[in-house]
């Protein structure tokens, strides 16, 4: 009886282990070295909503400038950072992400992270328009980064600003 009672319990601790894992993995994406805030936003001081399913409720965190489109561009001055403009289509629950950052980039990392999530997530893209599917009443932040690719290795640009949206 001891031994089958040992046996059952290594199985279910395997299980665990297992299960634990698996739940890391698929919650983590990509590794990346961000750091998330600590806490939300209030209402920004850059927050607008525009005409009909669009919502600009936007702040970036290390931004030294912005301007005052719809939605807001922000950048950080004198560095070759990309800019970026982030909306939320409340219509279909998707935020759009705009990557300004000139010509002669292969592709753009895309960093983002959202409140109630454990991690960054980081994916790459050749395009400097983004969109992706949106969780409602939340608020997100990203980042990103313009590269290009070389035969002995890419090179990148510096981060933009930390933009934040919130989708309500």
């Avoid at 590794?31 to 600590?38: L, N, Q």
């Avoid at 960054?120 to 969780?135: G, K, M, R």
């Avoid at 932040?141 to 002995?152: L, R």
């Amino acid at each position: 009886m001891f031994r089958l009672t040992t046996m059952k319990m290594s199985l279910l601790s395997a299980f665990a282990t297992l299960f634990l894992l698996l739940s890391m993995l698929a919650s983590s994406g990509t590794a990346s070295a961000h750091t998330a805030s600590s806490q939300a936003p209030g209402l920004p001081h850059g927050a607008m909503s525009g005409g009909g399913c669009w919502s600009y409720h936007t702040f970036a965190r290390n931004a030294t400038f912005e301007n005052n489109a719809q939605p807001v561009v922000y950048g950080i001055e004198n560095t070759d950072a990309p800019e970026l403009s982030l909306a939320y289509n409340f219509c279909s629950s998707y935020i759009q992400a705009k990557i300004y950052a000139g010509s002669g980039y292969d592709y753009y990392l895309v960093d983002w992270w959202r409140y109630g999530r454990t991690g960054w997530t980081q994916f790459a893209t050749p395009n400097p328009l983004v969109n992706w599917s949106a969780v409602h009443n939340t608020t997100y932040e990203f980042v990103v980064d313009a590269c290009t690719s070389h035969w002995y290795g890419d090179s990148c640009t510096h981060w933009s600003p930390y933009v934040f949206i919130n989708t309500y």
